[in-house]
């Protein structure tokens, strides 16, 4: 359980806490191995590797739907990860985070209508530096996350 700052409690499923887990010892795996200054698909395709290994399902660059006045708009916006079709993983090989990296997962996570999601900038040191976990303050666990097809 998370707290917003104002009081307000989150609570994040367990299973979804349990693929943050998998996600965080993946990333650390990954930047073990390869460290900083590659680019950002060699960490995706090291990741999903990782994440394989351990039998876990997830999909690459999954579509992100926007609609727009009841209309869906393909604008060709794509989620790097998502694990077991509940947890976002966004990853990034920049020189440091900035707002609307973290702008981005957020919109993301509303969209999708996800708890949880996971911002990981590979081109750090130290991993941990670049670990971000970013919850969606508008979820709606009445609602099922969106489905999506690739």
Same mark, same amino acid.
């Given at each position: 359980m998370r707290t917003?700052?104002?009081?307000? /409690?989150? &609570?994040? #499923?367990?299973? $979804?806490?349990?693929?943050?887990?998998?996600?965080?010892?993946? @990333? %650390?795996?990954? *930047? /073990?191995?390869?460290?900083?200054?590659?680019?950002?698909? @060699?960490?995706? @395709?090291? %990741?999903?590797?990782?994440?394989?290994?351990?039998? $876990?399902? %997830?999909?690459?660059? $999954?579509? &992100? #739907?926007? *609609?727009?006045?009841? /209309?869906?708009i393909e604008l060709g916006f794509r989620a790097d990860v998502l694990m077991g079709s509940r947890l976002l993983v966004e990853l990034k090989a920049v020189e440091g985070i900035?707002?609307? *990296?973290k702008a981005q997962v957020i919109t993301y996570l509303k969209v999708l209508n996800l708890p949880l999601g996971l911002l990981i900038n590979f081109n750090e040191v130290l991993i941990k530096d670049g670990l971000r976990r970013v919850l969606n303050l508008r979820h709606d666990a009445t609602r099922s996350p969106v489905l999506l097809t690739q």
């Open positions: 917003t700052g104002i009081g307000e /409690r989150i &609570v994040v #499923p367990a299973e $979804v806490e349990t693929l943050a887990t998998i996600a965080v010892n993946a @990333a %650390f795996e990954v *930047h /073990r191995e390869l460290g900083p200054g590659l680019l950002e698909s @060699a960490y995706e @395709a090291a %990741f999903a590797w990782e994440l394989e290994s351990q039998g $876990v399902r %997830f999909q690459r660059q $999954v579509p &992100v #739907p926007v *609609h727009y006045k009841g /209309r869906r900035l707002p609307v *990296h």
